[in-house]
Structures are given as structure tokens and as C-alpha cells.
């Protein structure tokens, strides 16, 4: 039986420079790391999603590491450029939240610790359920592509023997965590939102069988301090 090994990138940057780690970040990477060598737990295999994100995450623990953008995050960047305006034009709500948001991010650019990179937002969540709904028109990747990419991601992986890790991000992992629970919809989004920073989730593989075993662990993060979200 083999062990997939599904982790979460750490802490990431402000908003403005969401793509890569911040100092906390490195440090719940390299706790990782050295919680999986103290338990014992080696990796026959390791990949990465192309982000810069999660390639630093994979570098504080593996030595070598192969990149698979099939486990890179969707573009929130993208989401938000294309469905924001159609959202500002319908929804008064969004509208001034929008502005808030923005007038935040200004003033708290490269301040790790402002609220406004570290909350996901009434924002976040209206932008992001009209894009899985398919609410209006995108140029980019869809939901159901999405989740097709990271399904394929996954069962390019599933065939390994051993300890596999992978670094990723909370929404394929949650896209992953909901496909052994055979659910294929945006309630995998649920799964992706509860993600900490560094958690690892881990399924058993055994033949054409794929199960959830855990979800979101933290060991490595015994300081509250350390445990974040965003």
C-alpha cells in the first residue's frame, strides 16, 4: 500500500506578491521537514506544482523534487481581472467591498501581518463562487477544468510504490480529498477552506483504490503562532 502525502504550501506572500513564501512561511516548511525526518517518513517520489510557492515549500524538505503544473492552484489573479468588474456592475455589496479591499491593499502593500492579506475575504468567496458557478463569461480556466487538470495531476501519481509527496496548494488537495469521497462539485471548496499552512493530507493507494486517511495535519506547528490560513 502506498502513502500519498498531499501538502500545503506555507504562508505566502502580501496580495500584491501572493507567489511566493514569507518568512513564516519558510519556517513552517523546514518544522515539516524536520517532522517527517524525526517520524521516519521518506519520499520514494516527490512533485511540485510550478508555483514559487510551492517549489520553495518542496525545497525545504525534499532534495529533489519534480514539477507537475497539473497541481498548480487556479488563478485567482485571472478570476479576479476578468469576473470583479461583471460583480461591481451587479452587486452593490461587492461594489463597496471591493473598494475597501483595494483601498486596504494600498495602504498595507509588503506589511506581511495587515488583516488584508491574511483574511479571505467576503470578497474572495463572491468572486470565487461566481467563477465556479460559471456565472459569467471567463477567458481562463474553468471549474470543470480545473478539476479535471488536478484529476489527472492525481492519477498520474497514484500508480507510484511508496511514500509520494506532493506540494501543492489548499484547492487541489481539497479538489483530491473530495474525489475519494466521490464528490466531483464546489463543495470541495469547503475541504480547501479549513487548509492550514504546511498541512499535509494523506491518502492510501492500493491498486485502483484511493482513500482519505488524514486531512490537514499539523504536528509540526505546536505554536499557535505558527498555524495560519492565508
Not at 463569461?137 to 477544468?145: A, D, K, L, N, T
Request: include cysteine; charge should be negative; proline fraction near 2%.
Amino acid at each position: 500500500m502506498s502513502v500519498l502525502y498531499l501538502v500545503r504550501h506555507g504562508q505566502a506572500g502580501t496580495r500584491e506578491n501572493y507567489d511566493s513564501l514569507s518568512d513564516l512561511g519558510r519556517t513552517q516548511a523546514r518544522l515539516l521537514g524536520e517532522y517527517f525526518r524525526a517520524q521516519g517518513i521518506h519520499f520514494a517520489a516527490a512533485y511540485s506544482g510550478s508555483l514559487a510557492r510551492q517549489r520553495a515549500t518542496a525545497a525545504e524538505i525534499c532534495a529533489e523534487v519534480s514539477v507537475d503544473p497539473g497541481w498548480d492552484e487556479f488563478d485567482l489573479s485571472h478570476v479576479y481581472r476578468e469576473l470583479a468588474p461583471r460583480l461591481v456592475e451587479d452587486d452593490e455589496d461587492f461594489r463597496l467591498q471591493y473598494a475597501d479591499m483595494q483601498r486596504d491593499i494600498k495602504l498595507s502593500q509588503g506589511s506581511h501581518a495587515a488583516a488584508v492579506h491574511r483574511k479571505w475575504n467576503d470578497c474572495d468567496k463572491k468572486c470565487v463562487r461566481a467563477w465556479v458557478e460559471g456565472r459569467y463569461e471567463f477567458s481562463g480556466e474553468s471549474w470543470i477544468g480545473f478539476v479535471t487538470r488536478v484529476h489527472a495531476a492525481l492519477g498520474r501519481v497514484t500508480a507510484q510504490e511508496g511514500n509520494v509527496a506532493v506540494f501543492t496548494s489548499a484547492t487541489p488537495i481539497g479538489i483530491a480529498a473530495a474525489r475519494t469521497l466521490e464528490i466531483a462539485d464546489g463543495r470541495a471548496m469547503w475541504l480547501a477552506a479549513v487548509m492550514f499552512n504546511s498541512s499535509f493530507t494523506t491518502l492510501r493507494m492500493h491498486g485502483d483504490e484511493i482513500r482519505l486517511f488524514t486531512l490537514n495535519g499539523i504536528p509540526h506547528l505546536g505554536d499557535a503562532a505558527l498555524r495560519t490560513f492565508r
